[in-house]
């Protein structure tokens, strides 16, 4: 993390100044450790406010990442697995790196298909089955 810059892909990288990070206890199973640092790390970006995005992809974070986002804007990632605060910010910057290009990422075009032969066929016969099951609770006639 000696760089200054986050680089997310190949057209988008973000300078560590425009993150901010907040501490605090960490919850959980620790004793000692647990009760008196702050080694939870809390990343905070400012999505609203970032110079480093354009609109279009500003508003696809805003959308792909709706739970996250506050609604002043900011995009908060957090992290405690570790013991040392410095451990728990690098994993959060990892994880903001990854969510980021995540919910940037293009989604693949759908190719339609066809069901084939074989699934029409299970399904009709599905249906004859299910049909003879609930024809059988009818009312039982007489057959003489």
Do not use: C, W, Y
Not at 23 to 29: L, N
Not at 37 to 63: G, I, K
Not at 100 to 126: F, G, I, K, M, Y
């Amino acid at each position: 993390m000696a760089d200054a810059v986050l680089t997310i892909d190949d057209t988008l990288s973000i300078p560590l100044a425009e993150l901010s990070f907040e501490t605090s206890r960490a919850g959980g199973p620790g004793g000692q450790n647990v009760n008196k640092v702050e080694s939870r790390v809390t990343l905070v970006f400012p999505l609203a406010t970032s110079p480093s995005l354009d609109e279009t992809r500003r508003e696809r974070l805003r959308e792909r990442l709706a739970s996250r986002i506050s609604k002043s804007g900011l995009l908060r990632v957090s992290s405690q697995r570790h013991r040392t605060q410095a451990q728990n910010r690098e994993a959060a910057v990892e994880r903001f790196v990854e969510l980021l290009r995540e919910a940037l990422a293009e989604d693949p075009e759908r190719r339609p298909t066809r069901p084939t032969r074989a699934s029409r066929q299970r399904r009709v016969q599905n249906k004859r089955s299910r049909s003879r099951v609930k024809e059988l609770r009818g009312r039982v006639r007489d057959e003489t």
